[in-house]
């Protein structure tokens, strides 16, 4: 038998994978020998493995992940779901060079302002903050689009406003209480930075301040934001107060979901099911509080539901029912792109066209079956 099968040395030399890196892959189920003697222990494959042992390299080469590596591997010829699993580790990666370019923009500026200190007293906060110039209007729809989200919990004081954030020609609005998050994105102009700037946290009641002066009717607000001033200045008029000195957390990583599914259905339509479904009783949170949930499903002839008890097979997802409903009323559109993964994945709510402007929710855990 040992003839007609590479040796674990062969394959490792014929396909640029060490030895112990095929040790590995046969552990973790991925690349398995045909035969392992059970003497010596030694691994012996078929050759028609060498084939998967040169694209195992190629994929570890790329950074794909083993469970990525798993689904290659494992795909039927003729379907899509090698295609899809490298369509969608590409867009990760591209993704990942997007955040890295910015995050080394930030940094070169951090050390030209290190090499290169201020040396005739504190600066003017009105001269060194961006100024930008937003449509009124697109940045009201923006603040109603995310200002549900803005987090009402005293204990997390980086969380209580919007996240105002510069990047090229659009302002990027961010809320969250962790276990939602919206997003919102307004073309920029005027005094927009060449790299990318910190965003800036404007607190609550200077953000309902702000959403208040853009209904005077004036067609653009002038915004300057940074070195701890937020200030917006439309139609003659002013609001202006200080920015929350936190960090807020990365939202990065919730704006590149990858679902599984992706259904478009009318808002009315969906706001309608959920205030008229049943819902469970479940706890929620950190402190177990309980609250009203929603079950989701997609059945198995591709149907968006509401139900109580989802078929085994189902696609189902448990979310916050308030929650939901404040989404699915954020600035009221009419159609919706609703992205499911997993029982423990988020749920995202866009608008068709794949604008910047959606929402996410996270899900409660649904108990065991019995």
Avoid: K
Avoid at 10 to 24: H, P
Avoid at 196 to 214: K, S, W, Y
Avoid at 226 to 255: F, W
Avoid at 349 to 368: A, D, N, Y
């Amino acid at each position: 038998m040992e003839s007609e099968l590479h040796s674990i040395g062969e394959l490792a030399r014929a396909s640029g994978l060490g030895v112990g890196t095929l040790r590995y892959y046969d552990g973790a189920e991925v690349l398995t020998p045909a035969w392992v003697d059970p003497q010596t222990g030694y691994r012996w494959y078929r050759p028609g493995q060498l084939a998967d042992a040169r694209l195992l390299a190629r994929l570890r080469r790329v950074g794909l992940p083993l469970t990525g590596i798993r689904a290659v591997l494992g795909a039927a010829p003729g379907g899509d779901t090698a295609s899809r699993v490298l369509d969608a580790h590409l867009r990760r990666l591209e993704d990942g060079l997007v955040d890295a370019r910015r995050e080394l923009s930030l940094i070169r500026a951090m050390i030209d302002q290190r090499e290169q200190p201020m040396t005739t007293g504190p600066a003017d906060p009105r001269r060194t903050a961006p100024r930008v110039t937003v449509p009124a209007g697109g940045l009201a729809a923006a603040l109603d689009a995310v200002r549900f989200a803005v987090c009402e919990d005293p204990e997390l004081p980086s969380l209580a406003g919007v996240l105002f954030e510069p990047d090229g020609p659009l302002l990027r609005l961010v809320a969250t209480d962790r276990y939602r998050m919206a997003f919102a994105e307004v073309p920029a102009s005027g005094d927009v930075p060449e790299r990318p700037v910190a965003g800036t946290i404007v607190p609550t009641p200077l953000v309902d301040a702000l959403r208040a002066l853009l209904g005077t009717g004036a067609d653009e607000v002038a915004l300057t934001l940074g070195g701890g001033l937020v200030r917006a200045e439309a139609g003659g008029h002013r609001v202006e107060g200080a920015a929350l000195d936190h960090d807020y957390p990365d939202h990065r990583a919730l704006s590149r979901l990858e679902p599984e599914h992706r259904i478009t259905v009318p808002a009315a339509e969906l706001r309608a099911a959920v205030e008229t479904g049943v819902t469970r009783t479940l706890p929620s949170g950190p402190h177990g509080v309980d609250c009203e949930v929603t079950v989701l499903t997609l059945t198995g002839d591709g149907r968006l539901a509401v139900a109580a008890d989802p078929a085994p097979e189902d696609v189902r997802l448990a979310v916050n029912r308030d929650f939901l409903l404040d989404a699915l009323a954020a600035g009221r559109p009419e159609q919706l792109v609703l992205e499911l993964g997993g029982p423990i994945a988020p749920l995202a709510i866009r608008t068709p066209g794949g604008t910047g402007t959606f929402s996410v929710l996270m899900p409660v855990r649904l108990p065991e079956p019995a």
